[in-house]
């Protein structure tokens, strides 16, 4: 399965332009409604840790996170099928009180 599902959208020339949600932040979006409304599609996503960036444009820099009493935690998520086969991406939230203390750039 592939992380991301395509979006496919008309670039200013008019040429087709595909890119790749990995977060589903809009939960009332009509792209994601036919997806979030069919529990067949509702998934775990498992990780071992993950990554997300931090500091001033150009000089980012990778912070990774995970759950030391548990090597394998998930993440909830949707799948649907596309043309590149089964694909997949995290659904996002609101962020608790120790993510906005943790992340407070990203939590504005």
Partial sequence: MKRGIPRRMKGKSG???VSYITNVRNLDSL???S????PH???LVP???FCEWEGEKGSKLERWFNVPASP???FAG???PSEEGNCYAFLTCDPNPW???SMPRRCR
């Fill in 41 to 43: 599609y509702r998934c």
């Fill in 47 to 49: 990780v071992t840790d």
């Fill in 35 to 38: 997806t979030l409304t069919n």
């Fill in 72 to 74: 394998i935690f998930a």
């Fill in 99 to 101: 993510w906005r203390r």
């Fill in 78 to 80: 949707i799948w649907r």
């Fill in 15 to 17: 040429k087709p332009i």
């Fill in 31 to 33: 792209f994601w409604r």
